[in-house]
């Protein structure tokens, strides 16, 4: 899954966000598993998931916070 701009992420609905930090946590998990066995080739990856992670998980408290005030 390539690094999806916050403007991209916005358009899509709830469930596919849903959807979006379920696959990046398996990913995250994935990766961690491949460090521990000494498998992964590059770190850079960890890093653009745990941040794609948190992109996501802003825009989805952005959304509950703008229903919450309306």
Same mark, same amino acid.
């Given at each position: 899954m390539a690094r999806e701009k !916050?403007?991209?992420i916005r358009a899509?609905?709830?469930d596919?966000?849903?959807d979006m930090v379920l696959?990046?946590?398996k990913? &995250?998990?994935?990766l961690r598993i491949q460090r521990?066995? !000494?498998q992964q080739e590059g770190v850079a990856r960890v890093r653009q998931v745990r941040r794609s992670?948190?992109?996501?998980?802003?825009? &989805?408290a952005?959304?509950?916070?703008?229903?919450v005030a309306k």
């Open positions: !916050g403007s991209d899509k609905t709830a596919e966000l849903n696959s990046l946590r990913e &995250q998990f994935n521990a066995m !000494g992670i948190a992109r996501v998980k802003t825009i &989805q952005e959304r509950q916070r703008a229903a």
